[in-house]
């Protein structure tokens, strides 16, 4: 089955220990999209402006992801600046122009409207409400979102989290919306809200799925190699949920497999800028460092 | 094998959101012990005042702990004081006395000599340097520290961990020990010391394992209950240490196993406040908790 995933297409300038890089593309969707092709087919719901070069919807399409929502407006496209210091878990904003994304209007072409699996990346809760009015009975929808909209737009956002299935969140987020600081805690306040199941991820720590009555925990894989860690929450988010929609299950095996190949593609992600990684990965790769993960965190003889 | 610990023997006056307690009995002996004796005989090296109340040492020996080697001197007991606030991580230290501990010279019972597992928890690292002194042979060495050693006697520890088999230290000591941020670089600079296995405690985020070809990472029990997160560490070294001593083998599965009694023991120990869990706490226990620990960490089928 295939997947829809709304989200941002996005000129990314970074900068980290390791290096510095200028308008490189990035955004939540397309983060998402470069984990999730390897198990499905995606369908990028997105705007950009005049100046995006052609050459990154060329290298999208090449990618097999299939582009027919993305709209290209009148203005600017949004563009991101961010710093990353000694802790590399966080970014400072340095810039966010939004661009076309301020007056996004998302459309669904029609051969797209009866696509079972959605993901809702980070972007105006509004816009992944409205998105779900196009759609005629979506399987399973996952929604991720931040603590802006969290601040602002509170009330749209939890509206929204009535309609969704899996609400994927980072620990922060999960705090900031529920009060809680346990965690436990606040992924079943998030669940109250909604989403029968609840994935926060805690960055270098790995992720905490929560639905009631799994509850399982799995640590991020050991690296020494983080260069830039953009991205790296919607790369998961892309293996969670182009697993999911390559599957007919949703089972314990099927979520934590899910989860495995998510937090596998996400530790490709931070080893390089932007998607200097993830636009070359396989399935191969994925399966060859699953198998290497695989010793680190199996704790009873399999 | 029986086990021995150095370390201290405390009151403790501890706040948190959930309550206040005065001048419970603590120190990272007696926490350590509290999980090691579920698993081998336990024999303390401590110092205590005159004015340490004698049922303490009474419940100590109802717990099977050998008490021979703790000494009663004139003067007053260790005592600490400590307070957490929202994040139940990190306590803040509101009083630290040393008395009887600022002179302290630990001796061994001659019959103790020859005991082949040692834990040297949380004290000054010229007194762990003198204990290994009293023993013949030892198989197993554990080390224990915290950032003020770090700071104020960074040689001695030094010069310590070059004996030592097993160093455990938390994520903000292995930093500040090796100026990495990172953690797979923070035990490999701390390996490189000395111990061939370096554990890293992360509290609610689990432990990760470090030995030359072998990286592994656990979570911690997930659990909404933490009332008192005093002694976590030592009681994870002990369910660590104390299955490590019961067990002749210190391979790959050894290693694993002893890492998970050590995390459901520190599980317990949260719970409440001191020792009012632990103190109680059976293998059975241990061993209940384990089965249900499994489903949330094993994400192979096994």
Chains 1, 2 share one sequence.
Not at 20 to 36: I, Y
Not at 92 to 103: C, M, P
Not at 182 to 192: D, F, M, T, V, Y
Not at 234 to 250: E, I, R, V
């Amino acid at each position: 089955m295939s997947l829809i995933v709304l989200g941002t297409l996005a000129l990314d300038t970074v900068k980290t220990p390791f290096g510095k890089r200028t308008e490189m593309l990035g955004g939540s969707a397309v983060h998402f999209s470069m984990s999730a092709r390897l198990f499905t087919g995606v369908n990028l719901v997105a705007v950009v402006g005049k100046d995006f070069p052609a050459r990154h919807i060329d290298f999208l399409r090449r990618k097999k992801v299939v582009t027919s929502s993305v709209i290209v407006a009148e203005g600017k496209t949004f563009r991101w600046e961010g710093e990353y210091r000694g802790d590399l878990n966080s970014a400072l904003t340095l810039n966010t122009r939004l661009g076309v994304l301020s007056a996004f209007n998302p459309v669904v072409a029609s051969h797209q409207r009866k696509i079972k699996n959605v993901f809702l990346a980070n972007i105006d809760p509004d816009l992944q409400q409205r998105l779900l009015t196009y759609l005629h009975a979506p399987r399973l929808i996952g929604v991720d979102s931040m603590n802006f909209w969290i601040e602002h737009k509170r009330a749209s956002l939890l509206k929204l989290l009535k309609k969704a299935h899996i609400y994927v969140a980072n620990d922060q987020e999960a705090r900031s919306l529920t009060g809680e600081h346990n965690l436990i805690k606040a992924a079943r306040g998030l669940s109250a809200f909604g989403p029968a199941m609840v994935l926060i991820k805690k960055g270098e720590h790995g992720v905490l799925f929560y639905a009631q009555k799994l509850i399982f925990s799995l640590p991020a894989y050991p690296t020494d190699k983080v260069i830039d860690p953009t991205g790296a929450g919607d790369t998961f988010a892309g293996g969670l949920m182009g697993y999911l929609a390559s599957t007919k299950k949703l089972d314990e095996a099927a979520l934590k497999r899910a989860i495995l190949y998510g937090t596998v593609a996400a530790s490709f992600n931070v080893e390089a800028f932007g998607l200097e990684r993830t636009a070359r990965l396989s399935r191969a790769d994925l399966d060859r460092r699953l198998a290497r993960f695989r010793r680190c965190v199996s704790f009873w003889k399999s």
